[in-house]
Every structure is written in C-alpha cells, then in structure tokens.
C-alpha cells in the first residue's frame, strides 16, 4: 500500500501470500482484528506476536524480500 492508494477497509481489501513457487498459500482480509486470526504466531521466546492467544501458535517468520 501506498500514501496515496486510497484503499480503504470498505473496499474488502485482502493480504496475499505466496510461496517461492508462486502457489498461493494464505489469503485473509487486510483489515482484520488480530483476535478473530484463525491462528497466532509466537516468537523464538515463545510470546505470542499476533493473533488471538491460544497455546498453539506458529513460529513467527521474517519478511523478506
């Protein structure tokens, strides 16, 4: 997204993920509350990072590019 995308939550936005392959992997709304995730992800210390609290959350990832 960008400053001047005028995207706004309305317009049903989604986030895309995509594996190296290029084979969609994950597809959810943009603007989500985190506690309504289906998941949550926890860093290398165990504490949860996003998604709503349950006891078992993914490994959270890096972006990169």
Do not use: N
């Not at 989500?32 to 349950?54: F, M, N, V």
């Amino acid at each position: 997204m960008t400053s001047d995308a005028r995207l706004e939550g309305g317009d049903d936005p989604e986030l895309v993920s995509y594996d190296v392959h290029g084979t969609e992997i994950d597809r959810r709304p943009l603007f989500q509350a985190e506690d309504q995730l289906e998941h949550c992800y926890a860093g290398p210390d165990g504490k949860r990072i996003y998604g709503k609290p349950t006891s078992d959350c993914r490994p959270a990832e890096k972006w990169g590019r």
